[in-house]
């Protein structure tokens, strides 16, 4: 199975400076990786996601990037907001019998946006 | 999302009791999840179901168990309840047709056990 190592797990920035968590995978056929974020009290949601056939996807202030050789993606967040402040879970797909996949997910990084 | 939902929110339960976590979903979806989140430990997977028919365990999955009673219906298990199950609990759900694997997550349940 997968095996994803997030770092680190706790992030602390000033309102406006940039944020980067970084993410492993064991499995070099793994195609897909999400990051989802969890609020304080809320349930975790998707927020972006990249495939392995592109090397960097961005969505307004967040972006992925991906370095198949590596292994690693990481999640970099520009000029962070007190709203930015969560969990963020990265993860990675783990392939079961039958070619069917799960998500595994990493350990997770708590974020603080320090206003 | 409300298309994801748990009974109950919030529990508190006695050492060696039985109790049980449900979870309806909307969605439509093949596959349901039972997850639980400790701080520092992120998202373990106790069991997972691809539909009504499989049932697989996950990373931690001793001391649970799990019925599929319905393509929308999963409930989680707890047939003798100890304190290191205190925890949050999440359903999650997803369609095996989704190329991005994309999960929905309940509301969670947080779960004391005293």
Same mark, same amino acid.
């Given at each position: 199975g997968e095996n994803v190592e997030q770092h680190p797990s706790t992030l602390s920035v000033q309102e406006g400076d940039s944020a980067v968590i970084k993410c492993t995978y064991s499995d070099s056929a793994s195609n897909y990786f999400p990051w989802y974020k969890q609020e304080l009290g809320k349930r975790p949601q998707l927020i972006i996601d990249i495939r392995s056939n592109v090397g960097e996807k961005k969505d307004q202030r967040i972006a992925v990037t991906l370095n198949k050789t590596a292994k690693h993606f990481s999640l970099h967040i520009t000029e962070t907001q007190p709203e930015d402040s969560a969990v963020y879970f990265?993860?990675?797909?783990?392939? /079961?019998?039958?070619?069917s996949y799960q998500l595994t997910f990493g350990k997770g #990084?708590?974020?603080? *946006? @320090?206003? | 999302d409300a298309d994801v939902t748990q009974t109950p929110r919030n529990r508190i339960t006695k050492t060696g009791k039985r109790i049980m976590l449900e979870c309806s979903q909307t969605k439509g979806h093949d596959r349901m999840y039972w997850y639980r989140q400790d701080p520092g430990l992120g998202l373990r997977l106790i069991y $997972?179901?691809?539909? *009504? !028919?499989?049932?697989? !365990?996950? /990373? @931690?999955?001793?001391?649970?168990? *799990?019925?599929? +009673?319905? +393509?929308?219906?999963f409930s989680l298990s707890l047939e003798s309840? @100890?304190?290191? +199950?205190?925890a949050l $609990?999440?359903?999650?759900?997803?369609? #095996?047709?989704?190329?991005?694997? /994309? +999960? $929905?997550?309940?509301?969670?349940?947080?779960l004391t056990v005293t």
């Open positions: 990265c993860a990675a797909p783990s392939r /079961e019998g039958a070619g #990084t708590k974020l603080s *946006v @320090i206003p | $997972y179901s691809f539909d *009504v !028919k499989d049932i697989n !365990k996950g /990373e @931690i999955s001793d001391g649970y168990s *799990v019925s599929r +009673q319905a +393509q929308a219906k309840a @100890i304190p290191n +199950q205190t $609990y999440f359903c999650a759900t997803s369609d #095996t047709t989704d190329p991005r694997y /994309e +999960q $929905y997550f309940g509301p969670g349940t947080r």
